[in-house]
Every structure is written in structure tokens, then in C-alpha cells.
């Protein structure tokens, strides 16, 4: 379907965009996973929400920390190198946890090496497809990003799948073997590299990528938010585990769909991508401070509306950024994505103290708002990319 849908003039540009697909769903899974079995994970280990959200945010900090510097090292060895190094360490980090981590304190360990490999994988993939010279550039970012939601989709499917039937740790053997399939079709893959491998410096100013990571912080922060606590909150509202599983898919679903409506438009949009990306996260703004309501009806319909358009503002950004940068598009999506990690990794941490004192829908609330704040930068944004 994607091979028919994309219009590369070779089959070689179409296993470059499916092995970046592939290799972002299985790099962000484990992430993503830690949220959606939380109810149960919470019951084994005995930990509060608060306690929990370092598991959450443990695999985005490692991520934080290490993007800038995987940024630039995917300049000099390669993007399908480093992508295939780091879909083999995150294996080994799924079917450890699975297998060997009894204690909460080995589980937050061994997402801190997964989240690193994410943090690798990003940066590498943004480098792979912008120098891969794909015929639409904007529908291969698109594409791309719909990874994210769709590993999100796979994590609430994972609740009635795996979490209440034969364990969530079963969850994991599952992502190692969609990152396995993943490793298969980079290999496969043709390298794309067509420059030189060397050091080399962003176009966009140091500023504009500065403060487009902050962005990516306070929009990031509501996606960190919804990844972890919807589910939760669900079940809070009334709703079943079972039931509350299926609508974080059901919730990403309507982000894909959402992602690859406006990545067919993407190209040809007159529009600053920003701009649009500003826009339809205000909408969504209106979707997260709905969850706060607690009522399921509600929380069914305001969850379609975070997704659906909370969730589209990465395909613009992340396009603004490879476009304006070409080459050098993993050392400035190395500070970019850095933003984006610090959003996701506060979120469960900052969230989680506000669940314990003052409940989910105050929660909802100051999530709403700090993205209302994050679509104002993207705006300044706008005359940048």
C-alpha cells in the first residue's frame, strides 16, 4: 500500500521510506509500551504514579541526553548504519525486560538503553531520507512521523492482547520482533548516502533550532502526557482496562490518518509549515482539556480530537527542519528532537505528582494549556521554515 501510494520513480526510494517507517515504529515501541500496561506493571511492582512516571520518562531523558550527540555522529558513520546498530541494542533492551528485569529499578535501566537507540534512530532516519532525494520529500516525512502514533496504536492493542492474557512482559517479545523485522529491511535497504561523510553545520540559525526545540517541548509534553496517562484516566472515567486499551488505539489511529491526509498536501502546501502545525495543535488543545470532564462518552470523543489534531504538528515541523537543512538535517534535528524528548520525558513526571495531588482532570487542564503556549512559538516560527 505505501509502495502504491508513494510515487518514487524507483523501487529503491520505496524500501528506503518503508525501512524508516518500520525502524521508527520499533525504535519509540518500548517508550510508548511502558505507558499503555501501566495499570498492570504499577500492580506488580507495587509503585505509585508518581513513582512510575521515572519509568515513563526514563527512556526520553536517555533520549534527551544523547541527541545532539547521535545527531552528529550519524553525520560522520552513516544513517543506516547507526539505524541498524540501533535496532539490534533495542532487541536485546525488549527481550531483556521481558525476560530478566524483576525489579522496577531494572525495567527504568533498561529503557534508559532503549530510549538511547530512539534518540540514534531519529536523527539517523531524518539524515536517511533527506539524502535519499525522495521525488516528495513532505509525503516521506509524513509517512515517517506516522510511525509514532502508529507504535502508539500497537501499545494499546497490547493491553487486550498480550497485558490481560498471558502478561505485558509477552508486550516486549512482540516489539523485538517487529524491530527484528525492521533490521531485515534497513539491511536491505540502499544506502543512500550521496555526501560526503563529514561534520557538518545546520543552515538554520542556532537560534530559530533553539527555540524550535523549546516548541517541541510544551507540544511534545501533551503527546508524553497522552501516551502515558490515557489508558489510566480512562479506567478513572469509568471505562474498562480492556476498553480504555483499545481507545489509545482508536486515538492513534485518527493521528495516522490524520498525519497521511496533510502529508499528501505537504509538498504543495503555500503555507508555512509551522504555521499549519501551530494551528492544528490549538485545535487539539480543545481535545486534552475535554479528557478533564472524567465522563467516558467524553473521553471517547475528546480523545479522537487530541489525536487527530494534537498529534498532526510533527510532520510539519520535522519537514520544515529536514527541508530547510537537507544534508545536515540529523545534526539540526539532533537539537530539535532534543526539545521534543525533554516534552515527553517531563511529561509522566510533572503529570504523575499532578495525578497524586489533584487528579486527572486538573491534569488534562495545565496540559491544554501548555500547548495553547507551544502553538504561540511555533507561530514565531512561521517566516523561519
Keep these: ?21 518500520m525502524s521508527t515504529i520499533s525504535a519509540v515501541f518500548p517508550g510508548f509500551l511502558i505507558g499503555a500496561v501501566a495499570v498492570q506493571a504499577r500492580e506488580e511492582f507495587g509503585v505509585s504514579e508518581a513513582v512510575y512516571g521515572w519509568g515513563l520518562g526514563s527512556f526520553f531523558l536517555s533520549a534527551t541526553v544523547g541527541s545532539v550527540l547521535l545527531g552528529r555522529i550519524a553525520q560522520r558513520v552513516g544513517a543506516r548504519r547507526q539505524v541498524a546498530g540501533a535496532l539490534v541494542v533495542s532487541i536485546a533492551a525488549q527481550l531483556s525486560i521481558a525476560a530478566f528485569a524483576t525489579t522496577f529499578a531494572a525495567v527504568v535501566a533498561l529503557l534508559v538503553v532503549a530510549g538511547l537507540c530512539n534518540a540514534a534512530n531519529q536523527t539517523a532516519v531524518n539524515l536517511f531520507l533527506a539524502q535519499a532525494r525522495l521525488p516528495r520529500l513532505g509525503l516521506a516525512v509524513a509517512l515517517k512521523q506516522s510511525g509514532m502514533p502508529t507504535a502508539s496504536l500497537l501499545c494499546g492493542l497490547m493491553v487486550p492482547t498480550f497485558a490481560l492474557t498471558v502478561g505485558w512482559r509477552w508486550a516486549y517479545v512482540f516489539g523485538a520482533g517487529v524491530a527484528a523485522a525492521s533490521l531485515v529491511l534497513i539491511i536491505g535497504a540502499p544506502d543512500p548516502d550521496r555526501v560526503e561523510r563529514r561534520r557538518m553545520r ?8 533553539i527555540v524550535a526545540a523549546l516548541t517541541g517541548t510544551l507540544l511534545a509534553f501533551a503527546a508524553g502526557s497522552t501516551n ?14 480492556g476498553a480504555a486499551g483499545l481507545l489509545l488505539s ?24 509551522f504555521r499549519a502545525g501551530a494551528i492544528l495543535a490549538f485545535i487539539g488543545s480543545f481535545g486534552l482539556a475535554g479528557l478533564a470532564v472524567g465522563v467516558p462518552s467524553i473521553h471517547v470523543v475528546a480523545t479522537l480530537v487530541a489525536f487527530g489534531s494534537g498529534w498532526v504538528w510533527p510532520i510539519f515541523t520535522n519537514f520544515g527542519i529536514v527541508r530547510a537543512n537537507g544534508a545536515a538535517s540529523a545534526a ?16 509522566p513526571l510533572v503529570t504523575g505528582w499532578i495525578i497524586e495531588h489533584h487528579g486527572y482532570g486538573t491534569m488534562w487542564l495545565v496540559v491544554a494549556l501548555l500547548t495553547v503556549a507551544g502553538s504561540g512559538l511555533a507561530l514565531s516560527l512561521q517566516s523561519e521554515f
Excluded at 545546520?202 to 533550532?209: K, M, W, Y
Excluded at 502515558?228 to 482496562?241: F, K, T
Aim: proline share 4%; aromatic share 8%; glycine share 14%.
Design 228 to 241: 502515558s496517562w490515557l489508558v489510566s484516566s480512562g479506567v478513572d472515567a469509568g471505562m474498562s482496562e
Design 250 to 273: 482508536g486515538g492513534a489511529a485518527a493521528g495516522i490518518v490524520m498525519r497521511l491526509f496533510f502529508g499528501f498536501r505537504l509538498d504543495t502546501m503555500g503555507t508555512s509549515p
Design 202 to 209: 545546520p543552515v538554520t540559525s542556532r537560534r530559530s533550532l
Design 332 to 347: 539540526a534535528s539532533g537539537i530539535t528532537q532534543m526539545g521534543v524528548y525533554i516534552g515527553v520525558f517531563s511529561a
Design 1 to 21: 500500500m505505501i509502495g502504491a501510494s508513494f510515487p518514487a520513480e524507483d523501487r529503491g526510494d520505496r524500501r528506503v521510506l518503508v525501512a524508516s517507517i
